[in-house]
C-alpha cells in the first residue's frame, strides 16, 4: 500500500465515527465490474456495493441522464409534483403490480415506512395502539429503530434500550412457529423472500403460500422487505414474483438507485385505502427528482439489457460452479442462494479468505462470519465467474493449507 493510501485510511480512522470495521483498501473509480483503489490497483467486484450496483460502475448512459437531471432541478420538496418521480412511481407500479408508491432514501426508511402502515391499518381496524409485528429469526431490515425492533439478530438489537416496536420472532420455512405467535394484535408479518445479511437463505414457497393465507384469514399486512433481494438479483424482477405470493407492503432500496440513496416502499390499493392518509407520513428528499431520475434510468438500463433474463439464464452456470467447489473443498459445506445472490457456507470464518481474495485482485464480502456472499453486479458474464473462481480456488485451498499446519 502507498503511503498516501495510508495516511488517508489513518485519517478516515481519526475522524470517522468507528461503526466498520473496513477493509483497508480507499476505492477511488470503478468502471463496469472492476474497481480501482487510490494506489491504482484493479479489483474484480462480486460485492457491487452491497447488491446496489446492477450494471456495474461508470455506465455511460446512466451518467448522463443523472448530468441532465442535474442541470434542470435535483430538489424540489414534497410540497409539490416532479416529472421523474411521477414516471418512476408508475413504472414500479407496472413492474410490481402494487398500487401505491412512496419513495424514501434508504432500505432502513422504506421499512419504517411500511411497519407505520401496517400499524395504522391495524389501527384503523380495532382503534388499539399496542400492535405487533411478527418478524423471522436471521432477518435484516436495517438500523433505524422500527427497522431494528423487527430484525432478528440480538447482536445488532443489544445494547439499545427498549426497540420502537414489540415484535415476535418466528423461524423462516417453519409455518407452525409463525402461526403460533399470531393473537389478535398482529398488525403484520415481515420477511425476506431470500435472507441476505442472515445467510442467503431462500423462502420455501409452501411457507410463503401458508403464511399469505393466513395473512388473509386473519386480515394481517404481509410485507416482504425486497431490498437485497429484489431487482433481479434472483432472476426475479422481485423475488416473491417467483413464489406467486403477492405482499401487501414491499420495501425496495439498493439497486433501485444503483448508487444513488433512494428507497421506495409500495403498497395493494387495500392497504393504502386504509393506513397512511395525508399527514401521517413524510421525507424531505425521498421522492426528489434527482433521485427518481436515477430510478428511470436503472429501470431503462433493466429493460434495455434484459437484466432480469440474463441472470436467469447466468444462474445455472454460477450455481454449478458454486456446488464444485463444495465437492472439491472440505472447508466449504454448502452452497446456497437464488440468482446471483449466492452463500457459501464454510466450517470457519470466512475472513481470511476475503483479505487473501482482496490482495490478489477480488473483492467479496461475508454474511456472518462463516458465509461467503457473492451478490455481483448483475452484468457479469460466465467469463467473470470464472475469472472470480480463479482467484478465490487458490485463497480457500491456501486457507485450508495454512489451518492444517
Ligand atoms: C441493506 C438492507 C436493508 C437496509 O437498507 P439501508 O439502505 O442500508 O438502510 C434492509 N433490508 C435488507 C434486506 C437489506 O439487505
Redesign the pocket.
Known sequence: MSRQMNEMIEEAERDLLHTYNRYPLVLDRGDGVYLYDSDGRKYLDFMAG??VFAFGYNNREFNDALKYQIGKIIHTSNYFYNEPAIRAAHRLKELSGMDRVFFTN????S?EGALKAAMKYACAKDGRNDHEVIAMHHS?????YG?LSVTGNDRYRRSFGPMACNVRFAELNDFDSVEALVNDRTCAVIL?AVQ??GGLVPAEEAFLTRVRALCDERDILLIM?E???GMGRTGYMFAWQKYGVKPDIM?C??ALGCGVPV?AFLMTERAAARSLAAGDHGTTYGGNPFACAAVNKVLDLFEEMELVKHVRELTPYFESKLDGLVVKYKSVRERRGAGLMQGLVFDRPVGGIIGDAMKHGLILINAGSDILRFVPPLIITEREIDEMLSILEPAIAREEEKNRE
Open positions: 452491497i447488491a434508504s432500505g432502513a426508511e421499512n435484516f431490515h436495517g438500523r433505524t427497522a425476506e441476505g445479511e422487505d431490498v437485497q433481494c420495501s432500496a439498493k428507497g
